[in-house]
Structure formats: structure tokens, C-alpha cells
């Protein structure tokens, strides 16, 4: 049973920063095999694809709204991928999810866009307040 567990959320002021983690257990094929991406919803708005890394970490996506701030990257070796939020703003306020779905031949960045991963986090809270 696949299982992704978020943690590292929490309340901060803005400009602050945090560390969200995402620990996968339970793929039926090695942990590399997967691409990881975290995405967010804000009370009243659509789920959005915020950033995600391919198999090898060697390609990543960021959405325009994270670009310069958020940095995605993984730890095969730990079966965890991390995502530093520098700069954060009041509209970053969202539940954040990981989500993981094996590589194909889509690009990450359609992955990311369109939401089509197979597994999801039950995610975890981040507040951006002052």
C-alpha cells in the first residue's frame, strides 16, 4: 500500500520560510522510478501543480507563482522529496500535497499542470500570516 506522508507545515510570518517533506513508502517499484510533485489548494480556488521533480531530480517544474522562491528536490536514497519555500507570501496560505506517479514519456511539467498522478498525501497545512 502506497503511502506519502507530508510534514513540515505550519504558521509563518510572511517573508518567512519553511521545509516541507514528503516520505513515500510502499511503491511496488523502486522509489526512482517515480516522478514527485507537490501541489496546493487555497480555501475557495482549484488545486494547483506548484512544483515537481522527475525520477532522476535531474528535471524539475515550477509553476509562475513559486519561480525564484520554492526549490523541489529528492533523496532516493531516503525515499523523500523536500520543498524549500523561501520568501513566503500571504497567498502561499494553502494545504500543500505530494503526489507521485511513475515516469512515462510526459514531460514533468505536463504532469505537474495537468494533476494526473496516481498517488496522493492527505497533506499538510501551511499559513502564511503575520
Known amino acids: 500500500q502506497v503511502q506519502l506522508v507530508e510534514s513540515g507545515g505550519g504558521l509563518v510570518q510572511p517573508g518567512g520560510s519553511l521545509r516541507l517533506s514528503c516520505a513515500a513508502s510502499?511503491?511496488?517499484?523502486?522509489?526512482?522510478?517515480?516522478?514527485i510533485g507537490w501541489f496546493r489548494q487555497a480555501p475557495g480556488k482549484e488545486r494547483e501543480g506548484i512544483s515537481c521533480?522527475?525520477?532522476?531530480?535531474?528535471?524539475?517544474f515550477y509553476a509562475d507563482s513559486v519561480k525564484g522562491r520554492f526549490t523541489i528536490s529528492r533523496d532516493n536514497a531516503k525515499n523523500t522529496v523536500y520543498l524549500q519555500m523561501n520568501s513566503l507570501k500571504p497567498e502561499d496560505t494553502a494545504v500543500y500535497y505530494c503526489?507521485?506517479?511513475?515516469?512515462?514519456?510526459?514531460?514533468?511539467?505536463?504532469?505537474?499542470?495537468?494533476?494526473?498522478?496516481?498517488?496522493w498525501g492527505k497533506g499538510t497545512l501551511v499559513t502564511v500570516s503575520s
Open positions: 503526489a507521485a506517479k511513475r515516469r512515462t514519456v510526459a514531460p514533468v511539467q505536463t504532469m505537474c499542470v495537468t494533476g494526473d498522478m496516481d498517488y
Open positions: 510502499g511503491f511496488t517499484y523502486n522509489y526512482n522510478y517515480y516522478v
Open positions: 521533480i522527475s525520477s532522476s531530480g535531474l528535471s524539475t
